[in-house]
Structures are given as C-alpha cells and as structure tokens.
C-alpha cells in the first residue's frame, strides 16, 4: 500500500473523491454486530473505504437488493485432496467464494518435502485467492509409514521463516505430545510464538489436558457432541468439518451457541474436486449448517470474521472501512447460492463461473516422483494362520475406521477375497525409495464387487494403495499406477478399464479443473457400477492408510493397531 493510495482512500471515505467502485443497493451483513445493514460500499483500490449513503464512482455495480457477505475463509483444508493442482484449485473454489485458505501442505510435503512447500508458495503468488500456510509438524506423520521426505527440526526452521507460514499445522503425533518424546516437542517448541493446530481424535479427560498443555488450540477431529464439547471447554477452537468423506457437521451444530459461536468455525478439511463443482465449498458449508438450522449470518461468521481473528489475518473476515474489497453477493440467505465474487475490488467469480486466467509464471511441475521396486503376484498374497483376522471396517461419512475379527475364505492356505461378505484384500505398496515393502490385509465396506481399484493418493505418505477382488486385477492397476506415474486406476479381468493421470507429485492432476472434476466423476460412477456405494470412494480409500486416525489402518509396514499405535503381528 503506497502512501498516494491510502490518500486517496481517505478522500474516497470523507465523500471528496469519487470510488473506483460502488456497490449499491445492497443489504450488508455485519459480521462484527451480527446486524443487516442496507447501503452502498465505496471501493478505492484494493480497499472497501466506506459503507453508507455514497454515490460518485468510475463504475457503480447495482445488486438490486441482494446480500453482500465478506469473502468466505477456509480454516483448515487440504488442497492436496482437491486432486488439482494449484491454480485449478483456485478456479475452482474462487467462483465458490472461498478467497482465503489456512491450508497444512503436509500431502505434498510427504511426497516432497520443503521442496513442495516451495512449489506451492511459488506457484500461489498470483492468484486471486489469499494462500496461508500452516507449516507440516509430522512428516511423515508416524514410523509406521515410510514417506518420500522428512521435515525435521532443520527444515520447519526454514519453514517458518517462508512468506504466508502463520505457524505449526496440525500435530498429528498426539502420542507423542503425551509420552513427552522430544522429537514431537521440539517443533512445538519452535513455534511456540505463533498458531499451533490440534489432531487428537477420542482423546479427552488428562490425556487431553497433556496434549492442550503443549500450546495447541485447535481440533479439526471431532466427531461427537461430547467430544467437541469437552475441548472447546479447554482452549480449542472447535473447526465444525464437512468434507467429501468426513460429515461432521450435522452432530456437532447443537455445540454452537451465543456462548461458543465465537469458538467455532466451518472448515472443509478435505474435499474432491467434483464434489467443489457438483455441491461447491465453503459456500456449501456455509448452505449446509443454515439448512440444518443455524442462523446464516452466524453461519456467515463462522466462515469469515472467527478464522480471520483466530488466525490473526490482517483486512479480511469483513465488510468494513480499511479491509479488503474481498465480497460475495446472493440473493437468498437460505440457499447462499453465491452471484458475484470480488477479490481485492476485481470481479473474479460471476454465477459460480470463473472470471480471470491464472498468472502462474514459469514454475516446473514436480512429475514422475513414483520410485516403486519390482511387484508380482508373489508380493500380494495373504497367508493365513487360521481362524479369525483382524479387519478394517469403513464407516460411512467418516474417516474413523472399527476394527473387528472375522474368519476370511482361505484356499490352500492363502485368504482370498469374499465378496458375499464384502470382506476384500487391501494392499499398500512402498512407492518413494523402492523399498520393496508391500502389506496387505482385509478390509469391509468398500462394497466392491468385481476387479480391483488403486491410487497413489494416500494419507498422509500418498504410497499406493489398491483394494481388490482378487489378486490379478490389483497387480495389474498397481502397475499401471506406477506406469502413468501417479493416479487412479481401475483393473477388471487382468486389463485397464478406467483411468485418471496425477502425474504432479503423483498426487495432483495436471488437467483444467473441469476436465479433472469430470474425470474423478467418470471414475466414481464406473466404481459403482462395480457395486461401490460411498459417496466419495476415493477419498475414503485414500484414508485406510492414515495411522493416526483409530482404530486400525494399513501402511507399507503392515497392519495398524492405532490405539496402541503399532503394527499388529
């Protein structure tokens, strides 16, 4: 900001200079007061400089009575699971309102560690949609994983230090926090003087207090009533999450009240490209909690003024004199069905449709990171030492998992995938240092039935991850994950029948954000047709090797008994 344009906003407020533009006729909710104000908004610049009775400007944009609300911001979310690549991410949620992210790059930094906090750094500068970062403080998140980087002590130190950094993302480790290891402490240490996120699924009473003492103030993982309730009691703010795989909006809104609400926000954690496009983003969180009854402007507040306060952004969260001209308009406050979106005084979103071009410059994409050794047949096969095996149950609309003993079909020694119990194989191979590590297990719920279905997508160490009906179709999607060097793919008798490329970091699609949206949806419908009925499989899938959400998950290493947080024998 120059000191001739901070002149001239002044002049612009005190009603001496025409606005570069006005917004009139609009009713502008206060996000300070919780009130509906109806007025113009003068914009000088990148800056709203007043709200009231002005009229002179370069441009005036009638809304003929619709609401104006400060742009949506996004308090914890991981782009990685979008599939998109950067600027097609911000195509897609900018038209959506989402103008800011708080986002833990911990998916691409698992891949590539510092070097792929950098290239998003990089590649973000130019874009109409404000990028915070929340430094990655377990990467990778356990050793019970084997990741394609590591960021210790050294590198969060560099981390810190980047433009955007606000502090330490979600400590994932909350083992680690309780039992004092010092590797854990030493990254909170380092950031404690800024923001440091919580993860701590089911832990309460003094375990909970251990974990909070360590200087963590949120919690993104809670999945019931009394759960959220107990932390917001002690110091966290409570991120209310809706997601493509994790629904927990619906059973933590009865926690939002006249006492909390300033405690709570709505975040999307992670979301799939089509489901941006099909449903939207923040603005569908946002539409979602008002049709379950919260009030919208406090729906509104929840999605901008308590993360721009809880994460100390600076002319955002609001409408008001010295704040960014970052606004969306709509016409009903039930539907939140956003018209147009202004970042920074630019028109950049009209009806849900994008309107400007990214500016990216000249940044090489990070391609062909998939370093698998040599897999066959031999590789996948699951011995059975008789009688029961422990299974990985997926419950639907969450990311949790129940662990149960279930006697599997077994023929010549060997567990073969039943399909009549939708008991299948599950597999995870090693896919960074060629290590040779391959870990398969029984799985229930994925509802597969036929061929087999992998993806290279796979928290948080994104190794490969395939789910199968028999051992030939997951060997042969497997490969060809490895072939397209990174992906999504789907096998039937031996052969491909379905794929899509994300070739950057293995992870991310290079495709224009509609063509991946379509792509992901082509996907999704060919898998139910193989007889899978989640709403968002792959992202349900990419979920089983995650060793820090219970109760049991898979990894390259074997089997995770997450409660104790080791490898079943």
């Known amino acids: 900001m120059s000191l001739k344009s ?98 833990d790059l911990h998916e691409i930094c698992n891949v590539l560690g510092i070097q792929g906090l950098q290239y998003v750094i990089s590649t973000c500068k130019n874009l109409p949609l404000d990028f915070y970062f929340m430094a990655p403080s377990c990467v990778p998140a356990t050793e019970l994983e084997t990741s394609g980087a590591a960021l210790d002590i050294d590198a969060l130190a560099e981390a810190k230090k980047m433009p955007g950094v606000l502090g330490l993302g979600e400590v994932m480790n909350y083992p680690g926090v309780v039992s004092g290891d010092e590797r854990v402490l030493e990254k909170i240490e380092l950031f404690n003087d800024l923001i440091i996120d919580g993860h701590a699924p089911g832990l309460s009473g003094k375990e909970l207090m251990a974990y909070l003492s360590a200087c963590i103030t949120s919690e993104h993982e809670c999945t019931s009533f009394k759960e959220a309730k107990e932390k917001l009691a002690r110091g966290c703010y409570i991120m209310i999450r809706e997601g493509s795989s994790e629904k927990n909006l619906e059973e933590l809104l009865p926690l939002v009240t006249d006492k909390t609400y300033q405690r709570c926000m709505l975040v999307t954690d992670d979301r799939s490209a089509f489901d941006i ?136 020694g060997l ?45 948080d160490s994104h190794n490969i991850v395939a789910v199968g009906t028999n051992d030939e179709d997951i060997l042969a999607a497997i490969k060809e994950v490895e072939m397209v060097q990174g992906g999504i793919v789907m096998a039937l008798k031996g052969k ?42 792959f ?10 959400i219970p109760e049991i998950r898979i990894t390259d290493k074997g089997l995770i008994d997450v409660e104790k947080f080791e490898v079943i024998n």
């Open 539 to 548: 992202i349900t899938l990419s979920f089983m090797t995650l060793p820090v």
């Open 415 to 459: 567990v073969i995938p039943d399909t009549k119990q939708d008991l299948l194989k599950i597999c995870v191979v090693e896919r960074h240092k060629a290590s040779g590590n391959v870990a398969c297990g029984l799985i229930k719920g994925f509802g597969l039935r036929k061929g087999a279905v992998a993806s290279s997508v796979s928290h």
């Open 6 to 103: 901070l002149q001239k906003r002044i002049r612009v407020a005190r009603g001496e200079q025409p606005a570069d533009i006005i917004i009139s006729n609009g009713k502008i909710i206060n996000v300070f007061n919780g009130e509906i104000e109806e007025g113009n908004i003068a914009i000088s610049g990148e800056y709203i400089a007043g709200i009231g009775d002005y009229t002179e400007s370069k441009t005036t944009v009638d809304i003929q009575g619709k609401y104006i609300a400060p742009g949506f911001i996004n308090g914890h979310v991981h782009i990685e699971s979008s599939m998109l690549d950067i600027p097609e991410y911000s195509r897609a949620v900018v038209p959506r309102g989402t103008l800011g992210i708080v986002t």
């Open 496 to 537: 491909v029948i379905g794929s899509m490329a994300l070739p950057v970091a293995g992870i991310l699609s290079a495709d224009p954000a509609e063509q991946a949206a379509g792509q992901l949806n082509d996907m999704q419908t060919l898998l139910q047709v193989m007889g899978v009925k989640l709403k968002s499989p």
């Open 277 to 412: 496009f099909s449903e939207g983003d923040m603005d569908w969180a946002v539409h979602r909690a008002v049709s379950l009854g919260l009030d919208p402007v406090r729906a509104i507040q929840m999605a901008t003024i308590i993360p721009a306060e809880r994460f100390g952004l600076k002319k955002v969260g609001a409408l008001a004199p010295g704040y960014y001209a970052n606004l969306v308009t709509f016409s009903d406050l039930k539907e939140i069905k956003l018209n147009d979106v202004f970042f920074r005084g630019y028109l950049v979103g009209i009806n849900g449709e994008t309107n400007y071009t990214p500016q990216v410059g000249k940044v090489s994409r990070p391609i062909d990171t998939i370093n698998m050794a040599p897999i066959e047949l031999e590789n996948l096969k699951l011995r059975s030492s008789g009688g029961k095996m422990p299974v990985i149950n997926i419950v639907p609309d969450q990311i949790t998992t129940r662990k149960t003993m279930e006697e599997p079909l077994v023929e010549d």
